[in-house]
Every structure is written in C-alpha cells, then in structure tokens.
C-alpha cells in the first residue's frame, strides 16, 4: 500500500527517529493511515540507523554500559580418597575468596609462618 510521504512528513519522521521514538509512536504522531512497518520502511530508504533509542535516556544508558560478568561460583577442590578408589571425591563447598578451597580446607593447607622470639630479637 503506498503510503504519501510529503516532505514535511519524511522531515518529522526524520526528526523523531533521531529523538529515539518508537515507529509505532512516529506512526501515531505523524497521523494519517501511516503503520508502524510504512515508517520503519521509509526510515531503511532513508539510511536513517536501524539501532534507535527508545526515548528514555536512562534506559538506553543502560542498555550500552555493559555489566559485569557474574561471579563465577568455583567449588572446592579439596580431595576425599584416593583418585583410584571408586568412592573418591572433591569437598565441592563453594571457595573461599580466591582460593581453591573452602574456608575450612584453606585453613588446613595454608598455615601462618610462625617465626620464633628469639629469632626476631636478633
């Protein structure tokens, strides 16, 4: 269906596609007999850019800041048995900080230095 776009029509299409509103709204506002897919169609003949914002800055904003990766939830690598034995296994509590281990096996493998008085007087 051909649709009549006047200059002053393809200008206000141009002006609120630049302004991030929706083609359903530009249709709206523009009037006539216009559809969503006669101003998303003109606006591809035009070259105007596909990715439109959709009005609300804040959304947007949000939408091109990337967010963080999600942690990643590693479980303890503690092992129970010997890797030969069928009923061997890993704790598999979440780790502690960085580590490979829970906070109870960090506490067994990683042991404080303890450095004697009468060496540290010297």
Not at 2 to 18: A, F, V
Not at 26 to 55: E, Q, W
Request: charged fraction near 30%; charge should be positive.
């Amino acid at each position: 269906m051909p649709y009549d776009w006047t200059p002053e029509r393809t200008h206000r299409l141009k002006t609120l596609w630049r302004d991030g509103i929706s083609a359903r709204d530009i249709a709206y506002k523009i009037g006539g007999d216009l559809t969503r897919n006669a101003v998303i169609g003109k606006a591809n003949r035009l070259g105007l850019s596909k990715s439109f914002g959709s009005g609300n800055k804040a959304k947007d904003a949000k939408k091109t800041t990337p967010s963080p990766p999600p942690p990643v939830l590693r479980k303890c690598q503690w092992p129970f048995g010997h890797p030969d034995e069928p009923d061997f296994h890993f704790c598999e509590k979440l780790t502690f900080q960085t580590r490979p281990y829970c906070r109870e096996h960090c506490l067994e493998a990683y042991r404080r230095t303890i450095i004697p008085k009468t060496i540290q007087a010297s």
